[in-house]
């Protein structure tokens, strides 16, 4: 079922990835504590002396306050803690790194000028769905290129599709490959009927669901865009190649409760589909152990059901089935991923809100448990 038996890492620990790998991509769908355990993992490798950097998509700003500091922008700040290694944040804004991109690979200042009026760019870079997948893998080029890091933590976007992020490169190169580009940014528009009645037709139907308007916007886009597609190809293929190599690690983060459970299967199976292997998963917030038994809690709670201390058995009841109920899903959940290590961090008594409960995440992260 684990998709690539061959990759010497599969049975690496978590502070073996953290130790050794270049890329880590935290996946998993919103609210099981995505943010936390990237923010976390760059922290654990700076704990190893490593320059770390975290990418986080984490528009309420939650993270920033739990780094202390006001704002994190589209570029790394430094955190300040006692770590040997370094902690660089930031938080991606999609619209500032699509701006960078183009200015990158323009052909000249005319060509950038030209883009950033056009109407179809500024829906393009900040409202499409995918382009927050796309530029989040933009920065994870550039920050790994930069060579100023040793290890990136990429905190991919929330999405129910567990492959935008690994697809979004892929849709590009495939768009600049396509036809209907190609003939979209021919310099003569009125080719378009005569030499592809498809494509013409293609653009008509667009026209009226869209608006003629919105259509000449996208063809004149697409003709700013010429020259441009070598460099944006090259691109997403190193991308690629980065996310595909041993230098990269898959971490899926989950929760153990029943209603979060089953998505993370999903998302598994979508990654395995896609030869996709995860290296890691995180288990965030499992209960603590408790020694009573669950038949011991049952008899507790029977003996104390009418007293005062009725409520406070029930809730010992509830605790212990519900860890033990957790423990059976993360088995099942391990099923479809044997190679994989299993790291869990417990559900910690507030919010993660400063650096040094980020810090002990991180050492219980890097704790070798295998
Ligand atoms: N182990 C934990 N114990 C307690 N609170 C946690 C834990 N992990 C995350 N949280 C809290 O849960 C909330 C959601 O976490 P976050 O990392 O933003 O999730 P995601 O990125 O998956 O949406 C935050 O307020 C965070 O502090
Ligand atoms: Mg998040």
Known sequence: MNSNPTSSTAADSYADLVARKRVIVACGTGGVGKTTMAAATAVAAAQSGRRAVVVTIDPAKRLADALGIDRLGNTPTEIDGAWPGTVGAMMLDTKSTFDDVVTRHATSSEQTEHIFNNRFYVNVSTELPGTQDYMAVEKLNELHFSGEWDLVVVDTPPTRDALAFFEAPKL???????????????????????????????????????????????????????????????????????LASDETAFVLVASPRNDTISEALYFLKRLADANLSVHAVVINR??????????????????????????????????????????????????????????????????????????????????DAR
């Open 172 to 242: 590009l190169t495939r768009l600049l490959d396509n036809t209907i580009y190609k003939l979209l940014i021919s310099p003569h528009p009125g080719v378009l009927r005569a030499v592809n009645r498809a494509a013409g037709g293609v653009v008509r139907r667009l026209s009226r669901v869209v608006g003629a308007e919105v259509v000449d916007d996208a063809i004149e886009f697409f003709q700013a865009f010429q020259g441009m597609e070598e460099g944006f190809k090259q691109r997403a293929d190193e991308t690629l190649a980065l």
């Open 286 to 367: 499992i209960l603590a152990a408790m020694s009573t038994s669950a038949e011991e809690a049952a008899q507790l709670h029977a003996r104390l059901d009418q007293g005062p201390l009725a409520g406070a058995a029930q809730a010992l009841l509830d605790h212990v089935n519900t860890a033990a109920g957790d423990g059976d899903r993360i088995a099942q959940l391990m099923a479809y991923v044997p190679d994989a290590t299993l790291t869990t961090v417990p559900l910690m008594p507030s919010d993660v809100h400063d650096i040094p409960m980020l810090s002990r995440i991180a050492e219980l992260l890097a704790q």
